[in-house]
């Protein structure tokens, strides 16, 4: 009995602490699609540091993936992260993707993206710009609170929906 316990231990113990599906080049993803062969970039035990560049495809045990979303806190407290390029494949960008990012001080959201989540940058203290692509139709609630350095945000017309922000940030569209 003792045995088969320890085995269960054992065996949960790698499930809980694998928190992705593979690791390519520093960045870890998880699978969204096997179907379609499409990955979110994910967290791991690892913190991500200076600059990332996310690439539009990875290739895992011969077959190749689209990258097509920034999973829920993938960067979440990555405070040694200084810059990052998102690719054209990516359509959404997570809640607290990017949560409380402090080196972080300009990010690009290409046209591929529709969504931003909930406190995707919240906290992002260091953030003194950020271009919005053309296709973002919905900016989550909270997603530039406590962005400090951040002094405007250029909307485009794309967007529809704008969750509740900070009352001291302007927005121009």
């Not at 200076?50 to 990875?58: D, F, R, T």
């Amino acid at each position: 009995m003792r045995k088969l316990l320890f085995s269960f231990l054992l065996l949960l113990t790698s499930v809980v602490c694998r928190a992705y599906d593979f690791e390519v080049d520093g960045i870890y993803y998880n699978i969204t699609s096997a179907g379609e062969h499409t990955v979110a970039v994910t967290n791991s035990t690892n913190e991500y540091v200076g600059s990332i560049v996310i690439p539009k495809s990875v290739t895992c045990n011969g077959a190749t993936y689209n990258v097509t979303a920034i999973d829920e806190r993938a960067f979440w407290y990555c405070s040694g992260l200084t810059s990052i390029v998102i690719p054209n494949s990516v359509t959404k960008i997570d809640t607290q993707a990017f949560y409380y990012c402090t080196s972080l001080t300009s990010i690009t959201i290409p046209n591929s993206v529709t969504t931003i989540g909930y406190w995707a940058f919240s906290g992002c203290s260091g953030l003194t710009s950020i271009t919005i692509g053309n296709s973002v139709t919905t900016i989550g609630k909270g997603a530039f609170t406590l962005c400090t350095g951040l002094i405007s945000i250029d909307i485009p017309n794309s967007v529809t929906t704008i969750g509740e922000q900070r009352p001291d940030l302007h927005y121009h569209r």
